[in-house]
């Protein structure tokens, strides 16, 4: 079901700030996934964390990465089609998400090149519109070794743009601009796409969950070792940050200033 109209970015229902009473703590989350499996292997403890604590989490896969994100499908003996791969890759994506707590759409966009024409632009500004979120998570701006995900970034932001302007569908009305967060970039390339994280979340907690949703995604079975890998190297970059003792941590750069009344301070400081 679409959210409801959120006050997170501070106005109340009659457009009057309301700093004080923000309900941060709930945010609505839409994830704008290039392939079947990037929501989960970069955001999914996120995700996870989130879910548990009452936000409404809702993953949109542009594509099922049926030709460039699945490797294991195609080295299956007997007879392979991509129409059966997509079939197999939405079947594992579902699975995924349940384990987060997330639900899932596809758009079913063609994969390796992915491109995104103006009107499937205005299909995701449409999503956008009817789920209101108060944060958007995508993929970074510039990846060189993978332009689908750089390609999803730019409709992203393209959408957003267009969902918040009364010229577009003007009868639905416009909707506020999102936090919007980039989540990793192919790895471990950070020197080739200027991915410089701002922001860290302490998924410890549920680390194992994210680790069982990763494990449904059959058809790309690396990613459950390169993604324990990355939590531990995060989490190392998270700690040396903090003084605090994270483990495994999920990192995010920004694309959207966070306008506040006041500094923001870790909610686990002590
Ligand atoms: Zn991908």
Redo the contacts with the bound molecule.
């Keep these: 079901m679409p959210a409801a109209p959120g006050v997170a970015r501070g106005l109340s229902a009659a457009g009057v700030p309301a700093w004080d009473n923000v309900p941060m703590a709930q945010p609505t989350i839409l994830v704008f996934s290039?392939?079947a499996a990037?929501f989960c292997s970069r955001s999914g403890g996120t995700l996870a964390l989130h879910a548990r604590r009452g936000s409404e989490v809702h993953v949109v896969d542009l594509t099922f990465?049926e030709r460039g994100?699945s490797e294991d499908y195609w080295a299956r003996p007997g007879p392979k089609s991509v129409e059966e791969c997509k079939q197999v890759r939405e079947a594992e994506a579902r699975e995924a998400a349940a384990v987060l707590g997330a639900g899932i759409q596809f758009l079913d966009y063609d994969d390796y090149p992915l491109a995104v024409n103006r009107e499937q632009v205005e299909a995701m500004a449409r999503i956008i519109r009817e789920r209101r979120p108060d944060v958007v998570l995508t993929h970074w701006k510039h990846e060189p070794f993978?332009v689908?995900?750089e390609v999803t970034a730019g409709a992203v932001l393209r959408a957003a743009g267009a969902a918040a302007v009364p010229g577009f569908d003007h009868e639905a009305g416009k909707v506020a601009f999102p936090y919007i967060f980039a989540f990793e970039p192919t790895i471990p390339r950070d020197d080739a796409t200027g991915f410089s994280p701002d922001h860290y979340i302490d998924i410890g907690d549920v680390y194992e969950v994210k680790m069982e949703a990763l494990r449904k995604l059959r058809s790309q079975s690396k990613l459950v070792r390169f993604y324990t890998q990355w939590a531990e190297y995060r989490g190392f970059q998270a700690a040396q940050s903090s003084g605090r003792p994270v483990r495994y941590a999920e990192a995010f750069q920004r694309y959207t200033a966070v306008v506040d009344t006041r500094l923001p301070f870790p909610e686990t400081a002590a």
């Design positions: 290039a392939h990037d990465g994100e993978n689908d995900h």
